[in-house]
């Protein structure tokens, strides 16, 4: 053994085992607002994701699905093995998925799921494939989740939802967290929904009849949806102020538009943060089905007016998004 060798051994003997310590936990483990309050948050939090709530008593969570199924003009609709009888409104057209394959589920409505606990911090739905939510292929891959919330289902904080997880012995296995309908801004600031999961979640709060809280007049949820919209930063809004413009599209604000994207050119920012509202967590990524993988590009190009994303690309300068046939496709690969 060289000398060197000997020496740098013996530095790290001298170093000895550290002694253990617990790593400082300063967040907020337990809530303080009162039980009203984390239901309020949670509804509150969900909106900002512009997903449709409606919080009704737990004996009208089937009228309410069939509302909402109707006015989203849902027809078809796919279900977990276990979901509650009680829940599906009569004359509804509902398959039941027994491991409905990925083009199947594509062609189907909407899909209605349970969830194990919701976080009002966050306004965030966690799934972990019980009987009532079904697999995760069933929540991503439809264009449309309508999801059933137990008031006694929401806590305040993710700490309290983790507590719960681990007390019902579900901590382990693959989790879905769900805040929002799925969209990401990658591309030039421009809001694309429906990519990683459902364009559309409608979340049905059901409350105990003796909270004499549930509210199921459909039109006043309509109207503060509207009114949550009218606050949403589109493409052509000012930056500045986050004050929808008039006539988002028009030429003054596309203008303004395009200046910001010059001015992002200059600074060498090639994209911006993904916005993905809705992500799987504790074994997401290696564990993920690859069902939603099938169907995702077709809807990808809905979106962008039935062009696919492979024959376009973001031009750097002010003119948006042009044609360019020499461009060579991006290849897609899949684990």
Same mark, same amino acid.
């Given at each position: 053994m060289?000398?060197a060798?000997?020496e740098?051994l013996?530095?790290?003997?001298a170093i000895g085992?550290?002694?253990e310590?617990t ?5 907020r483990?337990?809530?303080s607002?009162?039980?009203g309050?984390v239901v309020?948050r949670?509804?509150e939090r969900?909106?900002?994701?512009r997903?449709?709530v409606?919080?009704v008593e737990t004996t009208?969570?089937s009228?309410t699905i069939?509302?909402c ?9 796919g279900i977990?093995?276990?979901?509650p009888?009680g829940w599906l409104?009569a004359?509804?057209d ?7 394959a990925?083009r ?7 899909a209605?799921?349970g969830c194990?606990?919701a976080?009002?911090?966050?306004g965030t ?6 009987p009532?939510e079904?697999?995760r292929a069933?929540?991503?891959v439809p ?6 919330v ?5 806590v ?13 012995d579900?901590?382990?296995l693959?989790l879905?967290?769900i805040?929002?309908p799925?969209?990401t801004?990658?591309?030039?600031l ?15 709060v059901?409350?105990s009849?003796q909270?004499?809280?549930?509210d199921?007049d ?8 509207s009114r949550?919209?009218?606050?949403v930063v ?6 500045d102020d986050r004050e929808?413009? @008039? !006539?988002?599209t028009?030429? &003054?604000s596309?203008k303004r538009f395009e =200046?910001? *994207?010059e001015? #992002?050119g %200059?600074?060498?920012r090639?994209?911006v943060?993904d916005?993905?509202?809705s992500?799987s967590g504790?074994?997401a ?11 995702? @590009? !077709?809807r990808?190009r809905? &979106?962008?007016g039935?062009?696919?994303? =492979?024959q *376009?690309?973001v #031009?750097? %300068?002010p ?5 360019d046939?020499?461009?060579e496709?991006?290849?897609v690969?899949?684990?």
């Amino acid at each position: 053994m060289t000398d060197a060798r000997t020496e740098i051994l013996a530095r790290i003997e001298a170093i000895g085992v550290p002694a253990e310590s617990t790593p400082p936990r300063a967040y907020r483990s337990k809530g303080s607002l009162e039980r009203g309050a984390v239901v309020e948050r949670f509804i509150e939090r969900v909106r900002d994701y512009r997903a449709t709530v409606h919080r009704v008593e737990t004996t009208a969570v089937s009228t309410t699905i069939a509302a909402c199924c109707a006015e989203q003009h849902a027809r078809r609709l796919g279900i977990p093995p276990g979901l509650p009888a009680g829940w599906l409104p009569a004359g509804l057209d509902t398959v039941v998925d027994h491991g409905l394959a990925p083009r199947e589920l594509d062609a189907l409505d909407g899909a209605i799921t349970g969830c194990t606990v919701a976080v009002a911090e966050s306004g965030t739905i966690v799934l972990t494939a019980a009987p009532h939510e079904g697999r995760r292929a069933l929540t991503l891959v439809p264009d449309l989740h309508v999801c059933v919330v137990s008031e006694d289902q929401i806590v305040e904080l993710l700490p309290e939802a983790i507590e719960r997880l681990v007390r019902d012995d579900r901590h382990r296995l693959p989790l879905t967290l769900i805040s929002g309908p799925s969209a990401t801004s990658d591309i030039e600031l421009a809001r694309v929904e429906g990519v990683h999961g459902p364009r559309r979640l409608v979340v049905i709060v059901a409350v105990s009849v003796q909270s004499g809280e549930a509210d199921v007049d459909l039109e006043t949820t309509a109207a503060s949806d509207s009114r949550r919209d009218a606050g949403v930063v589109h493409v052509g809004d000012r930056l500045d102020d986050r004050e929808p413009e @008039p !006539d988002a599209t028009g030429g &003054e604000s596309l203008k303004r538009f395009e =200046e910001t *994207l010059e001015l #992002a050119g %200059r600074n060498q920012r090639t994209g911006v943060g993904d916005g993905k509202n809705s992500a799987s967590g504790l074994g997401a990524g290696s564990d993920l089905e690859p069902a939603a993988g099938e169907v995702v @590009p !077709d809807r990808v190009r809905n &979106e962008v007016g039935g062009e696919s994303l =492979e024959q *376009l690309r973001v #031009a750097a %300068r002010p003119r948006g998004l042009e044609h360019d046939d020499a461009f060579e496709p991006a290849r897609v690969v899949t684990s």
